[in-house]
């Protein structure tokens, strides 16, 4: 019997985690959500097993994480397993900006960075600290943080991806603050890792056609890749990048604690 905690389980990649686990009725699974009445409502729909379980808490609001922590641990009989922490802000309407685009445009940038920094740097130390005791009561002891391609200097200058400033630097900010944990509790035997999902589709209902402005970005980034990845083939379903993902995280071990690993185990990101 496992249990997993989801921070960030309301769409894509969270929403897919309670999905693939929940079907092992040994598992149980936390979902965290900012509004977890409406993940309740879906989790409802897609008949969910009762393994799943579903919280409120929200990167940006140590105290929602912190009563979390403690609602979990009266599911989970006082450990976590793992601590899967996926949610981020990236606001796509500025995606597309260079870090020139902000001449003249200065304090949208720093209203930008810092909400960028509070939900995905800030929010992930925010939860690490809310859940880390509960982590440590566990014999498996994993957190694994959700990072970015984007955040990677080899992709950025091979592809010639110059957009989405903000994010990718706070990504970068959590891989670090990832090793800085790793750092700190590797005498406890509390395995870190920053994990890249890969590109995958998130952002569209997948019941509903992508929007057509999601769907040319997300070519442009495809032929982008190619310039790293000549086989990159395009964008994968959350429920592939998830399998994937649980590869990695089931395999690595305190050796690789701190790392920053790609959906395939390795420093490829795609």
């Known amino acids: 019997m496992s249990s997993y905690v989801i921070v960030g389980a309301s769409r894509g990649l969270g929403y897919q985690y309670l999905k693939t686990l ?14 977890p009445d409406a993940v309740k409502a879906k989790v409802s729909a897609d008949n969910l097993p009762s393994n799943v379980h579903i919280l409120k808490g929200d990167l ?3 105290e929602s994480l912190n009563t979390a922590a403690s609602e979990t641990s009266k ?36 209203e930008l960075l810092n909400a960028s ?17 509960l982590v440590k009561n566990s014999n498996v002891k994993k957190v694994i943080v959700i990072s970015s391609g984007m955040a ?77 990845e000549p086989n990159f083939k ?13 590869k990695v995280i089931e395999g690595i071990t305190l050796k690789e604690s701190g790392q920053f690993l790609s959906h395939k185990g390795t420093r490829r990101f795609l």
């Open 22 to 35: 929940s079907v092992n009725p040994a598992n149980t699974v936390i979902g965290i959500a900012r509004s």
């Open 60 to 62: 940006t609001d140590p």
């Open 75 to 110: 599911i989970t009989g006082g450990a976590v397993d793992y601590l899967i922490i996926n949610g981020a802000y990236l606001p796509y309407t500025t995606a597309h900006l260079t870090a020139s685009d902000y001449k003249g445009k200065e304090q949208e940038f720093l």
């Open 117 to 133: 920094m509070h939900a995905n740097v800030a929010g992930v130390i925010f939860t690490v600290n809310a859940f880390i005791d």
């Open 152 to 228: 990677d200097e080899e992709i950025i200058l091979k592809a010639e991806i110059a957009a989405s400033v903000p994010y990718s630097i706070s990504k970068a900010g959590a891989n670090v603050v990832t090793s800085k944990y790793a750092a700190q509790y590797k005498k406890d035997g509390v395995i870190f890792l920053s994990l890249s999902p890969g590109f995958v589709q998130t952002q569209a209902d997948p019941n509903e056609p992508v929007p057509p402005e999601l769907a040319a970005a997300q070519d442009a980034l495809t032929e982008a890749f190619r310039k790293y």
């Open 234 to 246: 395009g964008i994968i379903t959350p429920e592939e990048s998830v399998d994937l993902q649980l």
